[in-house]
């Protein structure tokens, strides 16, 4: 049997193919953009054809992500809040308390010994905390979000952003650069600010899993992370996946959705 | 929303209201006092008094969404993002001249001869009434309370009732009138009547299904707020009672197939009620019970000792009390609504009345072993609100109860 998950995410879809063991057959990431739907669509033909089956091979799929009420053939849905969390519990055993930082939302996610979630918390209605606020920083300093952990890198000072929001970073950055500090040092700053956001969020304590498309892109945020922690933080399979991923366990384990998909809750897929 | 039959009662009743208040202001039929919601409105009423509350004014450019409009205005004339929205909306409609009192016939805000606010709540509702009194050059007077009671005392009732009596010469002047013992008893009276009924009305939520929601509780404690020591508010509440008693007999619910019950603490927000209620009922969740709603119930009101007793009721309050009184208080509505969880809500430029900035949902919920939701947003500055977030929110925190019943059945076997 195979099962699928599709991540309706606000800058990425991902899609994941699973077999009954949740063996990993397939998975594909491609821009959200404006149509949600679309994308859902082109995620979840890419994972089938790196899984190398078809959906009538698929015996159910469900769906998760900002946008999970936008992906029509989906047998049923769950948020990205508990999919972080099944996914990264299906790696790491509990009690554990997941950080998932997405290109606009960032939250943390605690569980109990068995895998229950016991609460958790979102950003504020802000991109401070957020892969945004990377993308604007790398916008400063002129350089592809991509190459952003490689220029830090190479910092050799430590600096501190201290301005609560985005843009109010994005100016005192360019006092900073005015005032002769190197761009690796600003974009090391850049993952330092951000990790502070994140971890005034709520306690990170027993096991910390790291997922989400920034972590998967931004090992310097990891080590960060465990900084600030004191501790290990553990980066499971797939980190930018992960959310699809336990959308597919749920397709599984065929999880009762409380929403609008309930109504449709079938685990059954033509 | 449950659709209610008392609600063309409620309409009737408030639109009444509205435009007695109207009238006593633009044709000086009686004289006109503001008051915060919980200053000594059964004083005012004993004086004659037409009794106006701009925060029921301040919540209804809330529920119009009209709030964010008018507030840049009172933000430019120096009243920061950061206070209380009320003030700003209110302020700011003043300001543009415009007020949903219009669709009554009137030319706005009535205005006041005399402003009585009681600081039991925060200190902008004092700051918001003197900048009327600047305006019309008429005056503020109040009632300064103490903050954060473990317990009220002897000596803080006293404190206040001496408060209360040294406004009555003001109050007397200008409106031209003595005070009368028996006028003020009866409000009191009234008062006591209409918070009984209204703390009934609510206890029918207690059994479940219930057949109202915290939702439906803003709305119809419309009355509650604006008639408080008037007869129309007991007189509504009577039929609202009966409506609701009646429902619950037949076990009609008001979330269809009510399968969570939750408690919300803090703040409504105005311009997301109706979506907020839809969603939590997409989910057949009934939020039954609140902290905001229980706010208007006043069960030490007493028409034997006036005085003492609407000073002693003021302090009671949720809001005037500590952390430690707060928390038992939740407590004790958790166990008397039987709910699976609490929702707090972070009111941005509320923080007087958000219970979230001082740790205690985590520590409520490790004392009650129920879990809790923080929903960041505002009473009426929507750009503080983010419906993807909320949603998110709202559906992960019931997944997370659903999820925590199954385990607990499967446990049973």
């Given at each position: 049997?195979r ?5 309706s ?6 899609a ?26 082109r ?6 054809e790196?899984?190398?089956c ?6 159910a799929?469900w769906?998760t ?25 299906h790696?790491v ?26 609460s ?10 957020t ?36 843009v109010?970073?994005g ?28 971890v005034?969020m ?25 900084e ?12 930018q ?14 999880a ?15 | 929303?449950t ?11 408030m639109?009444?209201y ?30 004659g ?8 004014h ?14 840049p ?18 302020i700011?409609?003043y ?45 503020v ?7 954060a009671?473990?317990?009220v ?15 009555v ?12 013992a ?15 009924l ?19 509780g ?7 707020v ?17 409506e ?28 997301r ?42 302090l ?10 707060k ?32 740790g ?27 419906d ?26």
């Amino acid at each position: 049997m195979r099962y699928a998950g599709v991540d309706s995410g606000s800058w990425n879809t991902k899609a994941v193919v699973i077999d009954t063991d949740a063996r990993v057959l397939g998975t594909r990431v491609v821009r959200s953009g404006a149509d949600l739907a679309g994308a859902a669509t082109r995620a979840y033909d890419g994972a089938l054809e790196h899984a190398g089956c078809a959906r009538a091979d698929i015996a159910a799929v469900w769906a998760t992500g900002f946008g999970r009420h936008s992906v029509a053939f989906a047998d049923g849905s769950r948020t990205e809040l508990d999919c972080h969390a099944r996914g990264a519990a299906h790696y790491v055993p509990g009690p554990l308390t997941v950080v998932d930082v997405g290109g606009q939302d960032a939250k943390v996610i605690r569980m109990d010994a068995g895998g229950q979630r016991l609460s958790h918390r979102m950003n504020r209605k802000c991109a401070a905390g957020t892969g945004s606020f990377l993308d604007e920083i790398a916008l400063r300093l002129g350089v592809a979000i991509e190459t952003l952990d490689m220029l830090a890198a190479g910092s050799n000072e430590e600096l501190e952003l201290s301005s609560f929001c985005t843009v109010f970073a994005g100016t005192e950055l360019l006092t900073l650069i005015r005032n002769g500090k190197q761009p690796a040092d600003l974009a090391m700053a850049a993952y330092r600010s951000l990790v502070k956001r994140i971890v005034a969020m709520d306690v990170l304590d027993g096991r910390v899993a790291a997922t989400g498309g920034v972590i998967a892109h931004h090992p310097a945020m990891v080590r960060l992370l465990a900084e600030q922690v004191r501790g290990e933080i553990i980066v499971p399979p797939h980190p930018q996946e992960m959310g699809a991923f336990g959308a597919a366990l749920a397709a599984r384990d065929g999880a009762a959705a409380v929403g609008p998909a309930a109504a449709t809750g079938g685990t059954a897929h033509g | 929303m449950t659709t209610l039959a008392s609600t063309a009662a409620l309409k009737a009743t408030m639109d009444a209201y509205y435009r007695d208040v109207g009238d006593a202001a633009e044709h000086k039929t009686a004289p006109v006092a503001w008051c915060t919601s919980v200053g000594p409105a059964e004083l005012l009423r004993a004086l004659g008094y037409r009794v106006f509350f701009p925060e029921n004014h301040a919540a209804m450019l809330g529920a119009a969404r009209t709030a964010n409009r008018y507030m840049p205005l009172a933000h430019a004339h120096g009243y920061s993002q950061e206070i209380c929205s009320y003030l700003t909306s209110d302020i700011g409609a003043y300001l543009a001249g415009e007020s949903p009192m219009q669709a009554y016939g009137l030319s706005g805000t009535p205005r006041a001869d005399v402003l009585v606010f009681n600081t039991n709540q925060c200190r902008d509702v004092r700051d918001w009434f003197e900048w009327y009194g600047r305006r019309w050059n008429v005056p503020v007077v109040g009632i300064r309370s103490p903050r954060a009671l473990e317990e009220v005392t002897d000596d803080d009732v006293d404190a206040i009732t001496r408060q209360i009596e040294r406004l009555v010469p003001t109050l007397e002047s200008v409106a031209g009138t003595r005070l009368d013992a028996g006028r003020l008893a009866e409000a009191v009276r009234r008062s006591r009547e209409c918070s009984d009924l209204w703390e009934r009305v609510l206890h029918t939520a207690a059994q479940s299904p219930a057949p109202l929601t915290f939702f439906d509780g803003t709305v119809h404690m419309g009355p509650a707020v604006v008639l408080r020591g008037a007869e129309e508010a007991v007189a509504y509440y009577r039929t609202l009672l009966g409506e609701l008693e009646q429902r619950a007999g037949e076990g009609n619910a008001a979330v269809s197939g009510e399968s969570f019950r939750l408690y919300w603490d803090g703040m409504p927000i105005w311009g997301r009620l109706r979506a907020l209620s839809n969603l939590f009922a997409e989910f057949r969740t009934a939020v039954v019970a609140s902290t905001y709603c229980n706010s208007w119930i006043f069960s030490t009101l007493d028409p034997a000792d006036p005085m003492h007793s609407m000073a002693r009721a003021s302090l009671e309050l949720f809001i005037v009390r500590s952390e430690q009184a707060k928390e038992d208080y939740i407590a004790r509505m958790i166990e008397e609504y039987h709910v699976d969880g609490i929702v707090f809500h972070d009111c941005r430029t509320c923080p007087n009345n958000t219970n979230t900035r001082y740790g205690m949902p985590r520590r409520l919920s490790d004392r009650l072993g129920l879990p809790s939701l923080v929903l960041d947003g505002d009473v009426n500055d929507l750009r503080c609100v983010s419906d993807e977030q909320a949603r998110t929110n709202v559906e992960g925190f019931v997944e997370q109860i659903a999820d925590a019943r199954v385990a607990v059945r499967g446990a049973q076997g």
